[in-house]
Antibody, heavy 124, light 111 residues
C-alpha cells in the first residue's frame, strides 16, 4: 500500500526558506503516469495546491507561488522535496504531499494518497 | 476565498442522506468531468472518496456517490454513520493557470 510521509522543520523564520521532504513507501516514485505534489492549508482557510513534479523533471506550479517554489525529486531515495523561499507569516500552514493523478487529456485528475500533513509555522 | 463554493456546514442524523454541493464555473466544474472529493478527519490524511465526478476508488463505501449538473457538483452520503463526521473538500481541474482548484470545505456533523 502506497504511503507518503512529510518531514521537516516545524518552525521557520520570516524571510528564510521552508524545506520539506515527502518520503514515499510501498511503491516507486518513478512510476509512470503520476506526478507528485504539494498542497497546503493555512489556519482557517481552504486547501491550496502549491505544485507538482514528474520523476523525470517536468513540473507544474501554482502561478501565485511559482516565483518562490522549487519542487525536486530524488528517485534514489524515493522521495520528493519542497522549497519555498522568502517565507512570511502568510505561509504558515499544514503542508501535505500527495500523488497527483493525470490523464492524457488534462494535467490534473485527483490526489491520492495523501500524507498526514505537517504544520509549518513562520515566526521569529 | 476558495475558487469552488461549498456550504460551510451540513448535518444529518444517522441513517439519513445528505448532499454537499460544490459550485464552480464553466472553466472548471462545468467544463470537465474531473471533479474529485476528499474526506478529512481531524489530524488524519485527506482521503480520496470520489474522482471523475462519480467514480469511487476501491475500498470506498458505496454509500458515497457523486454527480454533476452544470457548474455544480454534488457529493451524496446515504445511510449516514457516525464515522462519516469529517470535513469534505471538492476539487477540480481548471483551465485557468492555476490548474487545480479546491472548495473551501464542508464540515459534516452527524447528529
Amino acid at each position: 500500500q502506497l504511503q507518503l510521509q512529510e518531514s521537516g522543520p516545524g518552525l521557520v523564520k520570516p524571510s528564510e526558506t521552508l524545506s520539506l521532504t515527502c518520503t514515499v513507501s510501498g511503491g516507486s516514485i518513478s512510476s509512470s503516469s503520476y506526478y507528485w505534489g504539494w498542497i497546503r492549508q493555512p489556519p482557517g482557510k481552504g486547501l491550496e495546491w502549491i505544485g507538482s513534479m514528474y520523476y523525470s523533471g517536468s513540473t507544474y506550479y501554482n502561478p501565485s507561488l511559482k516565483s518562490r517554489v522549487t519542487i525536486s525529486v530524488d528517485t534514489s531515495k524515493n522521495h520528493f522535496s519542497l522549497r519555498l523561499s522568502s517565507v512570511t507569516a502568510a505561509d504558515t500552514a499544514v503542508y501535505y504531499c500527495a500523488r497527483h493523478g493525470i490523464s492524457t487529456v488534462v494535467a490534473y485528475k485527483w490526489f491520492d494518497p495523501w500524507g498526514q500533513g505537517t504544520l509549518v509555522t513562520v515566526s521569529s | 476565498q476558495s475558487a469552488l463554493t461549498q456550504p460551510a456546514s451540513v448535518s444529518g442524523s444517522p441513517g439519513q442522506s445528505i448532499t454537499i454541493s460544490c459550485t464552480g464555473t464553466s472553466s472548471d466544474v462545468g467544463g470537465y468531468n474531473y471533479v474529485s472529493w476528499y474526506q478529512r478527519h481531524p489530524g488524519k490524511a485527506p482521503k480520496l472518496m470520489i474522482y471523475d465526478v462519480s467514480n469511487r476508488p476501491s475500498g470506498v463505501s458505496n454509500r458515497f456517490s457523486g454527480s454533476k449538473s452544470g457548474n455544480t457538483a454534488s457529493l451524496t452520503i446515504s445511510g449516514l454513520q457516525a464515522e462519516d463526521e469529517a470535513d469534505y473538500y471538492c476539487s477540480s481541474y481548471t483551465t485557468s493557470s492555476t490548474l487545480v482548484v479546491f472548495g473551501g470545505g464542508t464540515k459534516l456533523t452527524v447528529l
